[in-house]
């Protein structure tokens, strides 16, 4: 019943940032937590960032970890990955999902999510 509409993704060079947002419909936005991924060519969707239905409690990869921050909007139905410092490779079509269940446990694998969004593209230049 959930949707999920994802976007800001484009060129940068590197070191540059850009700001992802992700907008859902079809329930009560504040009963969720949200996830973001992300997917290379010829890699596994890997987990970036999450954050809880209030927005309190936030978790990153260590990869993006004092980079990417993730802060959710609710009177706006909205998430949002704020990335700097961007590098090369982090190029990759970015994600959003719901979680749908709150299992809370396994929150960087992506059976914990039961709607994703369309995807992103990101493109970092050297």
């Known amino acids: 019943q959930v949707q999920l509409v994802d976007s800001g993704g484009g060129l940068v060079q590197a070191g540059g940032s850009l700001r992802l947002s992700c907008t859902a419909s079809?329930?009560?936005?504040?009963?969720?937590?949200v996830g973001w991924f992300r997917q290379a060519p010829g890699k596994e969707r890997e987990f970036v960032a999450r954050?809880?239905?209030?927005?309190?409690?936030?978790y990153y990869a260590d990869s993006v970890k004092g980079r990417f921050t993730i802060s959710r909007d609710n009177a706006k139905n909205t998430v949002y990955l704020q990335m700097n410092s961007l590098k090369p490779e982090d190029t990759a079509v970015y994600y959003c999902?719901?979680?749908?269940?709150?299992?809370?446990?396994?929150?960087?694998?992506?059976?914990?999510?039961?709607?994703w969004g369309q995807g992103t593209q990101v493109t970092v230049s050297s």
């Open positions: 954050i809880n239905r209030s927005g309190s409690n936030t």
């Open positions: 999902a719901a979680d749908l269940h709150y299992s809370g446990s396994y929150y960087d694998q992506t059976t914990v999510y039961e709607a």
């Open positions: 079809g329930r009560t936005f504040s009963s969720y937590a």
